[in-house]
């Protein structure tokens, strides 16, 4: 049985993974403790049938933490996959994991640092929809935290948290929300159901679907084309480009915003700089002396920009 037969052939559901997917209150890096959540299976089957592509994402912060290793996520990684497919009889089910080991505020040097990929900030979005060239506006996030809803949301995904907790939804403005995997699932169908055009061309939403099967998608952007001089894919790589940039401008505004040791020596030593300068500037009658003083600022500023640099780098 092929199950992209019809219905949505390039949009995603990403689904974060720990208490989503899989009971996990803690740091999990062993297979062996993996449980699969109610309704996760049959969910994630359901959602295939439709046309969906399944990418989990994850944020596994246990890494710079120390707790357990990438091996160990992806070991974990496996076991679910291998659940939900023993589960399903259908094999593959979900198309790809993708996880950040990162953490601010890590034990381990190697990943204590921010990171694109770290929800909220969408960058496993973003990195899956270049992979398996997904239509980020066609698709939804399924998770159980408000940065899930942030990450889908600056992707331009549609969104859906998994909690009965009003006060969070409210604050962090989901799509919808559902108690249940289950229950996300079928806000998720319902939806695709009311999008798919009708036999006859006719939309069955007043905006038009948001989706539509690839050939069909080909053949309108064909007839689109002579009218509207960017072909939907284009406007899709344009919408795409932009979030990206607009994140990494965010991002790299915060890490300019971030104390280090380096960025206060650069710091010393652009006003060591000044007072040599000044100090040269108080001898001018002295041209050694000046000349010397003149040295020191401009040996001064040389390691001010080094500095710099080796921050921005690091
Ligand atoms: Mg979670």
Not at 111 to 121: A, E, I, L, M, N
Not at 186 to 191: D, G, H, R
Not at 231 to 254: A, G, H, W, Y
Request: glycine share 6%.
């Amino acid at each position: 049985m092929t199950v992209l037969s019809f219905g949505i052939v390039d949009a995603a559901v990403f689904l974060d993974r720990d208490n989503t997917l899989i009971h996990n209150d803690g740091d999990l890096g062993d297979p062996d403790e993996v449980r699969l959540k109610d309704g996760v299976a049959e969910g994630l089957k359901a959602l295939r049938v439709a046309g969906y592509r399944l990418v989990v994402i994850t944020n596994q912060g246990g890494v710079a933490r120390g707790r357990y290793t990438e091996a160990d996520v992806d070991a974990v990684n496996q076991r679910i996959a291998t659940e939900v497919e023993q589960a399903t009889k259908q094999r593959p089910l979900i198309d790809r994991f993708y996880y950040c080991p990162y953490h601010p505020e890590g034990d381990v040097e190697e990943y204590r640092r921010d990171h694109p990929w770290r929800k909220p900030h969408p960058g496993m979005l973003l990195q899956a929809a270049r992979d398996l060239d997904i239509d980020l506006g066609a698709s939804w996030v399924i998770g159980d935290q408000p940065r899930d809803v942030q990450a889908g949301r600056t992707a331009g995904c549609r969104t859906i948290v998994l909690s009965a907790d009003e006060q969070m939804i409210r604050e962090s403005k989901p799509t919808a929300s559902a108690a249940e995997f289950a229950g996300a699932v079928q806000v998720i169908l319902k939806q695709t159901a009311d999008e798919r055009p009708l036999p006859n061309g006719a939309a069955a939403h007043a905006s038009g679907p948001k989706t539509m099967p690839r050939a069909k998608k080909r053949a309108a952007t064909a007839t689109a084309a002579a009218a509207n001089p960017m072909p939907s894919d284009s406007m899709e790589q344009v919408r795409r480009t932009m979030i990206e940039l607009t994140e990494e401008l965010r991002t790299t505004r915060q890490r300019k915003a971030e104390f280090t040791p380096l960025k206060m020596a650069a710091g010393i030593c652009q006003l060591l700089a000044l007072l040599f300068a000044l100090l040269g500037l108080l001898q001018l009658s002295n041209s050694t002396a000046l000349m010397s003083w003149v040295g020191f600022a401009i040996l001064m500023q040389m390691f001010t920009v080094t500095l710099l640099l080796v921050d921005q780098r690091s």
